[in-house]
């Protein structure tokens, strides 16, 4: 039992990581959609993880724990930089916005020589595992479960429903929609440090438009009603071409197709019900 159990854990590895690096990006489109803000700039901030933590880890020896409160810390202060004057945008204009983020941050990487340029930065030591993504997974999940249940999250969801309503009950929408924008940060920051850290390469590629719109549909499939909801979302979309091998060619075009038909019929996503709060009538 032992060995096949190693036997599949050897064989699906990578899928396994995936989906527990890809639960956490979800996550961290979730914050920002919970606030009623469009972001597509999460694979921009998984980048500044990834590649800050690599450089740490490979260029200094550091300690794998301190690379990756910097992966953390790094998107972050760049989050609440550039938040005070893009979250005056809103819809598509933010999107817009921190697409060009993202595509500014792919170009700089792919010159930057130190960093392996347009090649890549290889030979990455593989610190991260198991304990280490499923670990951050489930603090996550239990945070923004405890978010939910709380006034923050009661907030959250008046900003989301109606920010102008919110605004004159007294929400405060500028701390809110910044500090969901530097969680968001920190949390694809750390995923980035994750996935370079069991993949042993990162390169500049892997951080632009593509990468944004397949976390954004993460978020779309599972739906926000939740943090679960994005997670489920993120579990189906990164097992999906692993079950559809046999199919090749056809793989993108059943996902697309299975994301169009799920806003299309099921628009508040495969999870859509509410956490309940403590205290909330009944």
């Known amino acids: 039992m032992m060995h096949t159990l190693d036997n599949f854990l050897f064989t ?16 961290s489109m979730y914050v920002v959609l919970a606030v009623g803000q469009l972001s597509l700039g999460q694979a921009a901030f998984m980048g500044v993880g990834a590649y800050s933590s690599a450089l740490l880890t490979l260029k200094f020896g550091v300690p794998f724990p301190v690379a990756l409160v910097v992966a953390a810390a790094a998107p972050s202060l760049l989050a609440f930089v550039i938040g005070a004057p893009t979250l005056r945008l809103s819809g598509v204009y933010l999107a817009i916005a921190t697409i060009g983020l993202g ?21 990455i030591p593989e610190l991260a595992g198991f304990i280490w993504i499923f670990g951050a997974l489930t603090i996550a999940l239990a945070g923004f479960v405890a978010i939910c249940r709380s006034r923050v999250g009661r907030a959250m969801e ?24 530097v969680v968001s940060a920190a949390i694809a920051g750390v995923a980035g440090a994750f996935n370079a850290h069991v993949s042993s390469f990162i390169g500049p590629n892997e951080y632009g438009f593509d990468a944004a719109v397949t976390i954004l549909s993460f978020a779309l499939l599972g739906g926000i009603g939740s943090p679960f ?4 979302g993120a579990l189906v979309l990164t097992a999906l071409p692993e079950a559809l091998r046999p199919l090749h060619d056809y793989r993108l075009v059943i996902n697309g197709l299975i994301i169009v038909c799920v806003v299309i019929y099921l628009p508040g996503g495969l999870l859509p019900w509410r956490i309940s709060r403590i205290g909330a009538r009944k």
């Open 12 to 27: 699906y590895q990578s899928l396994i990581y995936a989906l527990g690096v890809n639960s956490l990006l979800a996550l």
């Open 103 to 123: 595509e500014v941050l792919r170009i700089f990487f792919l010159n930057w020589d130190y960093a392996g340029g347009a090649l890549g930065l290889n030979g």
């Open 158 to 181: 008046a900003i989301r429903a109606d920010e102008a309503a919110a605004g004159v009950m007294g929400v405060n929408l500028p701390a809110y929609k910044l500090g969901a924008l």
């Open 229 to 232: 909801g994005p997670v489920i």
